[in-house]
């Protein structure tokens, strides 16, 4: 880029006036108003007085050194950013370009005793070197956050595990005080046992083993989740508390011990809710069809046929229920042939109405074979079927709940 360049100081020939300067930047003389004459940059006009302009006065000594026949004992310099002219000494620091030179830092740097530290000067009784005056503030982070990851490691966080170890062993007494009323569910549902014929007595025992199934599977639950937690934040311990990491270590054992025993008692106990959603709306079905039964053995064929529909809506809800996991083949085999039962009786029924001898006797056929079905073994659940299949699983619970007693 051209530098800007003034029209000649008509006493000392200086081109680097600023623009609209009223007096020369060097020889100090008033300069003439500006012309109107457009001169092209980088080109001064002819060097010589234009007419009209003030002589220098009398005794004037002239402009600087290297002007011909202007003399000067006073040297002059150009403003940063513009050489000086030809000629002229150059100034103290500033470079070949007119700009100031600066010397590098770490030339300059010296050791010192002063640090300023979070917005406070402190002086030390020791020099400190340059470098760590430079990265004072970082230096002090870095210590700062060292110090404060050292205070968490082995000052917050051994209190934390020591208070999350209690909990855990608060979580695993409460566990092992659920074991009686657990055990006692395991009974039940083991020892269930259809001892009557009466299915209105049924019912009645069976809503009473539905309940105590659901609440031993909710304590069951809330043991295992207390201790799920528990273990969630050991297993973050252990890593952050290196202090404590043997107790957590040991803690979580026990923790993930109880839980073993803990999910047989909930896999057993769902079961046992499992067949309380199927045997219940069976059993009210049961009942439905001892009423058909009754009806027809009167020849009141209307008031059977009027029970049909709510014992098939019983029986629907009951074969919704019997794809749960844990529930005996045996149950499901009987749900379908009970079922034709129903389905039998409905169309004996409707040919009695009608008087047809034929269908009469292929329905009473049909109902029969489905009745005898559900009396086969193919149906019937063995007497051990619970001790066998479940058993097992409440001796692993007590195995469990008996080493945290311990």
């Not at 300023?116 to 030390?124: D, P, S, Y």
């Not at 269930?192 to 019912?203: A, E, F």
């Not at 047989?264 to 709306?281: F, G, M, R, W, Y």
């Amino acid at each position: 880029m051209q530098a800007y360049q003034s029209a000649p100081c008509p006493y000392c020939g200086v081109t680097w006036n600023q623009p609209g300067a009223q007096t020369c930047a060097n020889c100090r003389n008033v300069l003439p108003p500006p012309q109107a004459a457009f001169t092209p940059p980088g080109y001064a006009p002819p060097n010589y007085p234009p007419q009209g302009y003030p002589q220098p006065p009398a005794g004037y000594p002239g402009g600087p050194a290297g002007y011909p026949g202007q003399p000067s004992p006073y040297p002059t310099y150009a403003p940063p950013g513009y050489g000086p002219p030809p000629g002229y000494p150059p100034q103290p620091d500033v470079d070949a370009q007119g700009y100031p030179s600066y010397a590098p830092a770490s030339a300059t740097a010296a050791p010192g005793t002063t640090l300023r530290l979070f917005g406070q000067t402190i002086t030390v009784p020791v020099a400190v070197p340059p470098t760590v005056l430079r990265y004072q503030t970082q230096i002090v982070y870095g210590a700062v956050a060292a110090l404060a990851l050292f205070i968490f490691l082995f000052g917050i966080t051994p209190v934390l595990a020591t208070s999350q170890i209690a909990t855990g062993n608060q979580a695993l007494t409460t566990a092992a005080g659920h074991q009686s009323r657990v055990d006692a569910v395991f009974a039940q549902f083991i020892g269930t046992q259809n001892n009557t014929s009466d299915p209105n007595t049924w019912k009645v025992q069976f809503d009473k083993l539905a309940t105590s199934f659901s609440d031993g599977l909710a304590l069951v639950q809330s043991d295992e989740a207390a201790l799920n937690s528990s273990d969630q934040r050991l297993t973050v311990l252990q890593w952050v508390a290196p202090s404590k990491r043997a107790d957590v270590t040991n803690e979580r054992r026990r923790v993930e011990s109880a839980l073993a025993g803990l999910k047989q008692a909930d896999t057993a106990l769902t079961a046992a809710v499992s067949e309380a959603k199927v045997i219940q709306p069976y059993v009210d079905a049961l009942i439905d069809y001892s009423k058909m039964a009754a009806a027809l053995a009167k020849r009141d064929a209307v008031g059977a046929s009027a029970l049909y529909p709510d014992a098939q809506a019983k029986m629907q809800t009951a074969t919704s229920q019997a794809g749960a996991s844990g529930l005996p083949p045996q149950m499901v085999k009987q749900l379908n042939s009970f079922n034709d039962l129903l389905t039998a009786t409905e169309g004996l029924i409707q040919a009695v109405q009608a008087k047809n001898a034929a269908d009469t006797k292929k329905y009473s056929d049909l109902a029969n074979a489905a009745a005898k079905a559900m009396a086969s073994p193919a149906e019937t659940l063995p007497a051990d079927y619970q001790s066998k299949t479940f058993g097992p699983m409440q001796q692993a619970y007590d195995a469990a709940m008996k080493a945290i007693k311990s």
